[in-house]
């Protein structure tokens, strides 16, 4: 199975990010541009946090507040959890399901590579699946002969 590093060589390591003082509605804009569920909050090189559609719903509508008005660092999750390019999809599937969480960014020795999805993870896992039931079928017809 690949590990994180193969999967962010495959899909790129294109970063969207916000900066912290950024609008919430410049956010969601760029959300909507790129496709994407979730940027990073960046404050220069630095990951300070990470905005998701999830917390644009339950901490701007649910209190009252509006998009336009409200920064990104009032609504981010601060604490970012990450993995290194050397984990495997396994491990972070188990983060994920473990701590409820969509996206985790990815590291190497210390450098931000990029970001992957739940929906990147499982779409690589169901590939290898499919993969390796290819070959079982090849080698279970195979030996019939």
Known sequence: ????????RK???QIFSVKPDSAVLDALKLMAEK???????????KVVGILSERDCVRKLELD???AKSTKVSEIMTGKVLYVEVSQSLDECMAIMIDKNIR?????????????I???DVLKEVVDYQKFMITQLEHYISGARQ
Do not use: Q
């Not at 569920?37 to 404050?43: F, K, P, Q, R």
């Not at 996206?103 to 970001?115: A, I, N, Q, R, S």
């Open 117 to 119: 999805s739940v929906r």
């Open 103 to 115: 996206h985790l960014p990815v590291y190497e020795e210390g450098k931000l590579l990029g970001l």
């Open 11 to 13: 899909k790129g390591g």
């Open 64 to 66: 009252g507040r509006t």
């Open 35 to 45: 496709n994407t569920g979730a940027m990073l909050v960046m404050d220069g090189n």
């Open 1 to 8: 199975m690949i590990n994180v590093r193969d999967l962010i």
